[in-house]
């Protein structure tokens, strides 16, 4: 008796882990259909009738969409209703976002306008012509300012009750070269900046890293520098605080540390690179031949410039972008929606051109914009 108990109590207990054993299985390939799964089609979730022209550009901002021309500026959620607007006048509106804080600058003009999503956006006047404004997730912003043989690139705190200018970094063009590109890190403590300086006839691109903390500080705030001699920088993007990339005309350096920095990877590419796109984790290049959707590929590299993915695409667009755990491409009429582990998730011919096609803060939701209508839609199919 007591034997046929044990083996009866020994069935149950192999019957209770084999279960439990198919139980985690299944739950491993629905997880994993659902997080790979593709899409076919789309529903309309809800439409809005757009109450603008086509001179208004449009943003995604956080599932949030912003809206900007030359009279004013604007937030919306994805009911329709208006979070926060500014209205101004400017002849060539320039939007920077980082997280809460928007900058409009008004490109050759000396106006720039800083706004916190809560308040009236707060004005700075410059002395000189604006030539591009960056903000950080705390509200600062650097502005570079042209003259005629100097460039600047003052950074204020517009909402400080003291004084807003912080920080000046000058440069004379015939010395240190033109400023070309520069970016703000998100705490507003280091900036970036690429110059083009023409020595004896010879071009020359360089960098250079300051830092505004005691660090920096004690070295004048100039903390490093980089030449790349003649190959051309194209962009400067950081990653998160303490990581920036460098892209050049044919591939892409990786700094860290910001009080003192270092190279931490540096990527050559033997094809033609078409497009970029980064966030706080990857590194996203587009490589393959000009006006050709023959040979092209998708690279995606994490911060030490370890490629972790490729994928061959065959799609005419026009602008990509990452978001979440997405690349998306859009064209004229088409989508495609690129997964940062390589599986596709969306292709689709909407068969009429669209403006803009962005995600909200909901899974498989996203802002569908033509020329008349904000339309919500959710993937199917």
């Not at 912080?166 to 520069?182: H, K, Q, R, T």
């Not at 023959?294 to 061959?312: A, F, I, P, S, W």
């Not at 009429?333 to 292709?347: A, D, H, M, S, W």
Request: charged share 25%; proline share 2%.
């Amino acid at each position: 008796m007591e034997k046929e108990k044990r083996r009866r109590t020994f069935l149950l207990f192999g019957f209770i882990i084999a279960a439990v054993i198919v139980a985690m299985i299944a739950i491993v390939i629905i997880s994993y259909y659902y997080m790979n799964r593709s899409f076919s089609g789309y529903d309309v979730v809800k439409e809005i009738t757009r109450q603008d022209s086509n001179n208004v550009t449009y943003l995604s901002d956080y599932g949030k969409l912003v809206k900007y021309s030359r009279d004013g500026i604007s937030a919306m959620d994805r009911e329709g209703n208006i979070l926060w607007n500014g209205g101004y006048e400017m002849q060539q509106p320039q939007v920077d976002i980082c997280e809460d804080y928007v900058a409009v600058a008004d490109i050759g003009s000396k106006t720039c306008i800083v706004y916190d999503g809560v308040s009236a956006g707060k004005e700075i006047e410059t002395t000189l012509p604006i030539g591009r404004a960056k903000v950080s997730a705390d509200g600062k912003v650097a502005v570079l300012l042209h003259d005629e043989d100097s460039d600047v690139i003052h950074i204020y705190d517009p909402f400080s009750a003291g004084e807003q200018l912080l920080v000046e970094i000058p440069s004379n063009v015939l010395e240190d070269g033109y400023a070309m590109d520069f970016d703000l890190s998100p705490s507003g403590e280091s900036i970036v900046i690429s110059y083009l300086l023409a020595n004896n006839g010879v071009m020359e691109n360089k960098v250079c890293f300051y830092n505004f903390s005691e660090v920096g500080q004690d070295q004048n705030t100039l903390v490093g520098g980089k030449s790349f001699e003649k190959k051309m920088i194209s962009q400067i993007q950081y990653l998160d605080e303490n990581h920036v990339v460098i892209f050049t005309e044919d591939g892409f350096t990786i700094f860290n540390d910001m009080k003192k920095p270092e190279i931490q990877a540096d990527v050559t590419l033997k094809e033609e690179m078409k497009s970029i796109a980064v966030d706080d984790q990857n590194i996203m290049v587009v490589t393959g031949t000009s006006g050709s959707i023959d040979n092209q590929v998708v690279h995606l590299y994490t911060l030490k410039g370890k490629e972790k993915m490729t994928r061959e695409i065959k799609i005419q667009y026009s602008h990509v972008e990452m978001q979440k755990n997405e690349i998306l491409f859009t064209g004229n009429q088409n989508c495609y929606i690129l997964r940062k582990n390589g599986t596709e998730k969306f292709l689709f011919d909407f068969g009429k051109n669209y403006d803009y096609f962005f995600p909200t803060v909901r899974e498989n939701q996203y802002y569908f914009l033509d020329e008349t209508t904000i339309r919500i839609v959710k993937l199917s199919g």
